[in-house]
C-alpha cells in the first residue's frame, strides 16, 4: 500500500490540526495503521495506531487524550486529530501500515513520505 501524509504547516502552541494520510490500493481496510514522529535531532517514535475496524486504538503517553487517530476506510484515509499542542509536538509526522496492531508499531510494512509541522510557543 503506498502513503500519502498531509496537513503540516504553522501553529501556534494551544491550537489544533488534523493530519491526513491517503492510501492507494483497495486493501486498505485490512492494514491496521498508525502515525510515527521524528523531531529534530531525535529518532523517530509512535504516536498512535488503529486496527482496521476503526475499533481500537493505541497512543503514546505524550500525546494520550490530546490527539485522536481515525479512519475512513470508504475514503482510503486515517487521521490524526491533534489538539492542545505544544511545541515539543514540533515533528516530521508519518504515517505507515502494518498487520497486526503489534507489527504496525513496531516494524511497519509501508510508510508515507511525511508531513512536517511546526508548534510555535
Known amino acids: 500500500v503506498q502513503l500519502q501524509a498531509s496537513g503540516g504547516g504553522l501553529v501556534q502552541a494551544g491550537d489544533s490540526l488534523r493530519l491526513s494520510c491517503a492510501a492507494s490500493g483497495r486493501t486498505f481496510s485490512r492494514y491496521y495503521m498508525a502515525w510515527f514522529r521524528q523531531a529534530p535531532g531525535k529518532e523517530r517514535e509512535f504516536v498512535a495506531a488503529?486496527?482496521?475496524?476503526?475499533?481500537?486504538?493505541y497512543y503514546a503517553g505524550s500525546v494520550k487524550g490530546r490527539f485522536t487517530i481515525s479512519r475512513d476506510n470508504a475514503k482510503n484515509t486515517v487521521y490524526l486529530q491533534m489538539n492542545t499542542l505544544k511545541p515539543e509536538d514540533t515533528a516530521v509526522y508519518y504515517c505507515?501500515?502494518?498487520?497486526?496492531?503489534?507489527?504496525?508499531?513496531?516494524?511497519?510494512?509501508?510508510w508515507g513520505q511525511g508531513t512536517k509541522f511546526t508548534v510555535s510557543s
Open positions: 505507515a501500515a502494518g498487520s497486526t496492531m503489534y507489527l504496525v508499531t513496531s516494524t511497519p510494512l509501508s
Open positions: 488503529i486496527d482496521w475496524g476503526g475499533d481500537t486504538t
